[in-house]
């Protein structure tokens, strides 16, 4: 199924595994997409601020991101690239263990969770491994995150997916608007714009 461009902005709420806002903004460059944003973040005990500007190309895979994070520990800034074959560079380095994703996820962000569902644009009852190039807040560190998706019966105008992380026991049903941009995401966030 094709999507709909995305809006020219969307903003989520927080809710449950930390309080807190995410505002995107979507814009064409060429032949590919980049997104910008913030979110704000109060999670056990601690408060951080995590900006963003993801480059992705016309199948919606990253390209390239930069992230930064503003926290009572001080000012961190990363920054990754990937090649169309799923190599990535972190800050400039090879990233061997990101071979093979084609996606970057912000721990930050709802937001991030669009890019697999737009460039994979499953069928329903089909099923995919999506592992991301996963930036943490606050200290930016860079992991491999094993994750998958199923599309299941569009309910609504909406479309919905089973969503599973097993490296940290996690697994909720997602459901998307018609631009491929994350509605409700049970525990983490919801969309209010």
Known sequence: MDFS????????????????????YFGPVEDRW???GCTTGFED???W???YAIELDGAWATRAARV???SEAGHRTTSLEADREGHWRVDGHAAPHLDGCLDVDLES?????????HRLRLAVGVRADAPAAYVRAPDLAVER????????TDEGG???????APVFDFACRLAYDDSGLVLNYPGIAVRIS
């Open 145 to 152: 995150l094993g994750q998958t998706y199923e599309r299941i």
């Open 158 to 164: 909406q479309q919905r997916y089973e969503y599973a």
């Open 49 to 51: 601020i995590v900006d």
């Open 68 to 70: 930064s994070c503003r």
């Open 109 to 117: 962000s709802a937001m991030t969770n669009a890019f697999p569902v």
């Open 34 to 36: 980049l997104v910008q």
């Open 5 to 24: 461009d995305p809006p020219p902005t969307a903003a989520w709420q927080h809710v449950e595994a930390r309080s807190g806002f995410e505002v995107a």
């Open 45 to 47: 005990g601690r408060t």
